[in-house]
């Protein structure tokens, strides 16, 4: 499998992607402090299938970090992203997977610009920030929105530290600067489309999500399937909310399969 890394402007973005395969465009859709980094262990499952093209998102890894910073319009800024990628690369529409802040992304996308996207598979997206999530927010060294405590974090997730320090490099600090930014995102659910706008896309939707998700419960993902009308609700036993990093061959089963069935049109 041949994975080639490049770059184009969009959105006064230079916006780094990497891509495989040929035919049906997939967009695969990081989650905070990702990078397309995360997908590389499904890039030659999904190429079987389709051309796989995976971003770095604004602010993230290889992309511009921008100077300022708005969380009321993040989430529509992401989606116009999404699209000036497509039109970048002279894509009419592509299937948009994201996990986490990268579901988010996609499902606001759908709902914008519903023209440019022919399905969905969402998981890990936040409906309603609990005292649960909180707690597990500050464990992981996170005081508040904007209040990154990288003492207690570098002490109860080193690993994961480590890996934002090697993966956003585009100055000393971007690593820090990133996680004030995106933790402002995390401790709210104002950047997920409202329950009257999700009942509007109408796009066939997978929704994945791990039955053990440590910041949110399985029932969000069962509300989330009961306010979009043509969802599917896929559930893995015993994952949490790194589903996509520990049950690499269930999701990847579950994502080819809904992908195979969309190009025959089964899917709702």
Not at 20 to 33: A, E, R, W
Not at 53 to 70: E, K, M, S, Y
């Amino acid at each position: 499998m041949t994975v080639q890394s490049n770059t184009v402007i969009a959105n006064d973005l230079t916006i780094y992607y990497e891509e495989s395969g040929s035919g049906d465009p997939l967009i695969l859709l990081h989650g905070s402090m990702g990078s397309s980094a995360v997908w590389h262990p499904y890039l030659p499952v999904f190429a079987a299938h389709g051309q796989v093209i995976a971003p770095d998102l604004r602010d993230h890894g290889r992309t511009t970090f921008t100077p300022d910073f708005d969380l009321a319009k993040m989430a529509a800024q992401n989606a116009a992203d999404v699209v000036g990628l497509l039109d970048a690369l002279a894509i009419d529409r592509a299937v948009l997977c994201g996990w986490s802040r990268g579901g988010v992304i996609a499902l606001r996308t759908a709902y914008l610009y519903p023209d440019r996207v022919s399905g969905l598979i969402v998981g890990g997206v936040t409906l309603e920030v609990t005292d649960a999530m909180r707690a597990t927010l500050y464990a992981m060294g996170l005081d508040g929105p904007g209040q990154p405590n990288l003492a207690r974090a570098q002490q109860t997730i080193p690993d994961i530290v480590a890996r934002w320090q090697q993966t956003h490099v585009q100055t000393e600090d971007h690593y820090i600067r990133l996680i004030e930014r995106m933790s402002h995102g995390m401790f709210k659910s104002a950047t997920m489309p409202s329950k009257a706008e999700l009942a509007t896309i109408e796009t066939s939707t997978l929704i994945v999500w791990g039955d053990r998700d440590q910041f949110l419960p399985v029932e969000q993902a069962v509300t989330l399937y009961r306010w979009m009308p043509t969802a599917q609700l896929a559930v893995i036993p015993n994952a949490d909310h790194m589903v996509t990093r520990t049950h690499q061959a269930e999701f990847g089963r579950i994502v080819t399969n809904f992908l195979d069935n969309l190009s025959h049109g089964e899917t709702r």
